[in-house]
Nanobody
Framework: QVQLVESGGGLVQAGGSLRLSCAASGGTFTRYAMGWFRQAPGKEREFVIAINWSGGRTYYADSVKGRFTISRDNSQNTVFLQMNSLKPEDTAAYYC????????????????????WGQGTQVTVSS
């Protein structure tokens, strides 16, 4: 059983930055692709960003390219989401997720491909 715990959310003004963390336990973190998703009130959960097991490959949703960066520290079993130039439309609950059987090359953007999820952390961007 894999447990994921997010932290780092909060309230920030537009143009500001936040860094989210997701700490994993109970599994073999170095085998997993990791992703971040977000869900705003009344909207479906959407893919934000993903990283492969080594950190050598990433994939970004168009809406966050150039503003968000994903990284991981396998020695700490932690994945990070650095969010810069935040916009009010980035307001959502952010969830990290683990894909324990990732494809060899392509990182998944589909929530159903991810096997374990954190409880979420709220990010609110004021205008």
């Amino acid at each position: 059983q894999v447990q994921l715990v997010e932290s780092g959310g909060g309230l920030v003004q537009a143009g500001g930055s936040l860094r989210l963390s997701c700490a994993a336990s109970g599994g073999t973190f170095t085998r997993y692709a990791m992703g971040w998703f977000r869900q705003a009130p009344g909207k479906e959960r959407e893919f934000v960003i993903a990283i492969n097991w080594s950190g050598g490959r990433t994939y970004y949703a168009d809406s966050v390219k150039g503003r968000f960066t994903i990284s991981r520290d396998n020695s700490q079993n932690t994945v990070f989401l650095q969010m810069n130039s935040l916009k009010p439309e980035d307001t959502a609950a952010y969830y990290c997720a683990a894909d324990i059987n990732p494809a060899t090359v392509v990182l998944s953007t589909k929530a159903y491909d991810y096997d374990y999820w954190g409880q979420g952390t709220q990010v609110t961007v004021s205008s």
